[in-house]
């Protein structure tokens, strides 16, 4: 599956943004998908993921409450609602996919297989 992540910009602490994760070569249906995200001199984070089967949705602790992941399987397209953004969330925003994740690998990096590029995202003060 490929994956293109768009929807990243700057914009002032307070804003929201929504990025979009478009998918090809294969249906979303039963497939995880995640967000992570990586700032300028650290590693890549977890942010968010949808489970493959029963919609369920977990968050990092720093976004629980403002940032919403949904997904629209027939339009292979799954959304990063960002709310109430802070600078401590500029980062590359990534979006990735695997058809085999259970439920407590979600926020694993390392099991995801297909991963889109990045798009930015710069939060100012």
């Known amino acids: 599956v490929q994956l293109q992540a768009s929807g990243g910009g700057v914009v002032q602490a307070g804003e929201s943004l929504r990025l979009s994760c478009a998918a090809s070569g294969r249906t979303l249906r039963g497939v995880a998908v995640g967000w992570f995200r990586q700032a300028p001199g650290k590693e890549r984070e977890f942010v968010a993921a949808?489970?493959?089967?029963?919609?369920?949705?977990v968050y990092s602790n720093s976004v629980k409450g403002r940032f919403t992941i949904s997904r629209d399987n027939p339009k292979n397209t799954v959304w990063l609602q960002m709310n109430s953004l802070k600078p401590e969330d500029t980062a590359a925003y990534y979006c990735a996919a695997d058809g085999s994740i259970i439920n407590s690998s979600l926020r694993r990096e390392s099991a995801y297989r297909y991963w889109g590029q990045g798009t930015l995202v710069t939060v100012s003060s």
């Open positions: 949808s489970d493959r089967t029963s919609g369920g949705t």
